[in-house]
Every structure is written in C-alpha cells, then in structure tokens.
C-alpha cells in the first residue's frame, strides 16, 4: 500500500475505506424498508434545511410582530417558544409544519406511521436543543429522529 492511498482513506473516513473494501452499505433508508427515490423515501438534507429555515422565519415574525413587538433582545428566545409549540402541534396531528408542506415533506414514525403528540414533543425538544439534530446515523436522520422513532420523508 502507497502512503498515499494510507493518508487517502484517512482523510475520508470509515465509510470510504470500508467501501473500498467490498463493503456494501446500500441507499438510504434500506435498513428501514423505505424506496431509494420518489414518495416516501428518507428526505434529503437540503429540503430539510430548506423547510427549517422557512419554519424558523415564520416563527420569528409571529414572535417580533405578535409577542415582543419590536424588542429584538427578546425575540430569538420567544421565536424558540413559538418553533417548539408549532412542530409539537402540528407534527403531532397531521406530520408537518409549513416549511415540510412546502417542501414536500412529511414526519412519520417508523411502527404505525403516523406520529403521536408524545413522539412529536420529544422530537420537537431535541430538535430545539439542536446538537442531536446535528448527529446524524447512515440512513441521514437525526439523532431527534432515532430517539423519537421517526423518519423524515418525502410526500
């Protein structure tokens, strides 16, 4: 082996070498029964942060214009307030917020489908916390997700 090729597969990873292995990890979402493409199959990362961005513009104009009025000092915590009680409420009921609407995403949880109000809160939760939402599994869920035993896919 080339000291190259020993620097190379450092550089990139477990899952670089382990491919170069032989080793065959499959697409996302294999492991849970979901398709490869199309509806239903495991949400890509840039829709996900493409709806969480518009969820959280939402929620800080309900919070500047309704809540604080103006006062900016206040308006991130009260934003954070209104985010959480807008993902508990709404993927809790029906699986999605605006921003997942929009983007054609749905929430559902792996053994029945369709996610309960508990399953959303302690979704919800650590999703404001954000470091779980930021450790994500090979399947490209959250850590939120696992926890919850949901998945994000598309509509």
């Avoid at 170069?20 to 979402?29: I, P, S």
């Avoid at 309960?116 to 939402?133: D, G, T, Y």
């Amino acid at each position: 082996m080339d000291n190259r090729d020993a620097i190379g597969s450092w550089l990139s990873g477990p899952r670089a070498a382990a491919e170069d292995a032989g080793v065959e990890f499959g697409y996302r979402g294999q492991q849970l029964g979901l398709p490869e493409e199309g509806p239903g199959s495991i949400a890509r990362p840039g829709r996900r942060f493409g709806a969480l961005a518009v969820d959280w513009a939402l929620c800080l104009l309900i919070a500047y214009g309704l809540i604080t009025h103006g006062y900016d000092q206040a308006t991130g915590n009260w934003a954070l307030l209104v985010f959480l009680l807008l993902h508990v409420l709404t993927v809790g009921t029906i699986g999605f917020t605006p921003g997942k609407r929009l983007f054609g995403l749905r929430v559902v949880a792996l053994d029945t489908g369709r996610p309960n109000p508990l399953r959303a809160a302690l979704r919800s939760v650590l999703l404001c916390v954000a470091i779980p939402a930021l450790i994500w599994d090979r399947d490209g869920r959250g850590l939120h997700d696992r926890l919850a035993r949901t998945v994000e896919v598309r509509i």
